[in-house]
């Protein structure tokens, strides 16, 4: 499992932003709290774009000064009018897991994004993705990897004298 950053967002030349980064241009699509949690931490390095259904979570997104579209993720008509064709990376941060399967299958089939990052959070499910050349992300996996690190970093800790 990869520890680089995943981006996600939409080209600003297509209806986002204005100051894309050297064609780093990013998609988040779903997510709530960690779509735009991602999104504002991609928004450093990248022209970051969320939509979403939530309309909670693209209003606290925009707020923080992203781009942001009240839209549903799977709304290929509403993602097209954005540009999200012209983005370097995708990522697909909706706590269901089916709505990340057809999103990420619309991003890829579609609207032809190469690099795009789904979140998974039933690690059993991870082989579901694997024919749809996607970048699936186990969050539980993760956690636990962290989780186990810090754990490690206070082990070590007791044990010294």
Do not use: W
Request: hydrophobic content about 45%; proline content about 2%.
């Amino acid at each position: 499992m990869s520890r680089e950053r995943p981006t996600a967002g939409i080209a600003s030349a297509v209806g986002f932003g204005g100051n894309a980064r050297g064609g780093n241009r990013a998609l988040v699509a779903g997510g709530g709290h960690i779509g735009r949690t991602v999104a504002s931490h991609l928004s450093d390095d990248y022209d970051v774009a969320f939509v979403s259904r939530n309309r909670r979570a693209v209003e606290r997104t925009e707020r923080d000064g992203i781009d942001s579209r009240h839209v549903e993720e799977m709304d290929a008509a509403a993602l097209g009018e954005i540009g999200v064709e012209n983005v370097s990376v995708a990522i697909v941060a909706s706590p269901d897991e089916a709505v990340n399967f057809l999103v990420a299958q619309l991003l890829r089939t579609r609207f032809g994004v190469e690099n795009v990052v789904l979140r998974v959070d039933d690690c059993e499910k991870m082989d579901s993705f694997d024919d749809l050349d996607v970048e699936a992300v186990c969050i539980p996996d993760l956690l636990v990897e962290e989780l186990a690190a810090r754990l490690e970093s206070f082990a070590d800790d007791v044990a010294e004298p």
